[in-house]
């Protein structure tokens, strides 16, 4: 029986493990919801935890380039303190609530090529197995989407999606990295911008809305990114007209001018800004929107909903806590 139980913690004849997420997407700040199934081993087992790990790859800038990685931005211990027999099987149900800054992994039921994972760890008999890893699908607020729908009404099409190491200074940031949106502009302001890149920062109250611009330069001046800061109550969301709210914002970003020799600073995330150049979430190729559906994305040549689900395995596995590290020492 001791070497059972030694065998057991090594991962050879112990306790399986089986998350499975309820099929409606959550929200930011909502409520995650399914049941995680555990099938006893060889022998009896002591549950010392079930831990639920949200897991994001994110992309990390820093002066030998880029690199990514895994990161856990949170955890939540669902179930343990038991003892399950051998072969007994269990079903455990869980409901837990996502942070407020979770990223938005697709729009209108199109994949926006952001990987995020839930991956289950069973602490039993003093070792730890992470037995288990899904993917979590997230959608829009009814603030975020509101401010996308009026962008792709107003022409915007969506380019890609990635989650970025790091911090928005002057705002409510709260977890390490954000997410960016980035979009190409209608030709109403293609003269003006070369693409424009969207943050949210959602919380209980409302949504921060950072919107920049690639502004492109004149005959006289160079081109540089210019910034924009809005706040969106989620009480105001359905009183307001959102095509002529956002198109306000885009005219006074880019019609903002700064002093020549001067340009806008890029929004300071903690001294890494984007250099000469944008990146395109993995896998994703150039991508069509807008029209009556608003930013209801159309993939073109990249990664349809499949191999979105496909990804986040092949990404993650073999991933743990020190790979996750390896970006923030990267960016260090």
């Known amino acids: 029986m001791v070497f059972k139980r030694l065998l057991g ?3 050879v004849g112990g306790p399986a493990v ?39 790859r994110v992309e990390a800038e820093h ?30 149900p869980f409901a837990i609530t996502l942070p407020w800054e979770t990223p938005v992994t697709e729009l209108h039921g199109q994949p926006l090529g952001i990987v995020l994972g839930v991956r289950t760890e069973l602490g039993v008999a003093g070792a730890r197995d992470k037995g288990d890893l899904d993917p979590l699908t997230v959608r829009p ?3 975020q989407e509101a401010v996308l729908e009026a962008l792709g009404q107003l022409g915007f099409g969506f380019k890609s ?46 949504v921060e809305v950072v919107i920049e611009a690639d502004k492109r330069g004149g005959l006289f001046s160079e081109g540089h990114d210019t910034l924009g800061h809005h706040t969106i109550s989620h009480c105001d969301v359905p009183h307001l007209d959102w095509n002529k709210e956002v198109d306000a914002w ?10 020549p020799g001067h ?54 596995e073999g991933d743990d806590e020190d790979e996750a590290e390896d970006v923030g020492d990267d960016e260090a």
């Open 9 to 11: 913690s090594l991962g």
């Open 18 to 56: 089986d998350t499975v997420l309820d099929p409606v997407s959550a929200v930011p700040g909502g409520t995650l919801s399914g049941q995680v199934h555990l099938k006893g081993g060889n022998a009896d087992f002591t549950v010392d935890h079930i831990t639920l790990e949200l897991i994001a």
């Open 63 to 92: 002066e030998h380039g880029e690199s990514e990685g895994a990161i856990a931005f949170e955890r939540f211990t669902v179930g343990g303190g038991f003892r399950l027999a051998e072969g007994e099987h269990r079903t455990l």
């Open 141 to 143: 607020l009814p603030a």
């Open 161 to 206: 999606a990635d989650l970025e190491l790091g911090r928005i200074r002057g705002t409510g940031q709260q977890l390490p990295f954000y997410q960016e949106v980035e979009l190409t502009p209608p030709p109403t302001f293609a003269h003006q911008a070369n693409e424009i890149e969207v943050t949210f920062l959602a919380g209980p109250a409302g």
């Open 250 to 259: 885009i005219r006074r970003l880019l019609d903002h001018r700064a002093t």
């Open 263 to 316: 340009p806008v600073p890029h929004p300071d995330k903690d001294g890494h800004g984007h250099g000469g150049g944008h990146r395109s979430g993995p896998g994703m190729g150039t991508v069509v929107a807008a029209g009556a559906a608003g930013l209801a994305v159309g993939v073109v040549g990249g990664l349809v909903a499949a191999e979105v689900v496909d990804e986040v395995g092949d990404f993650f």
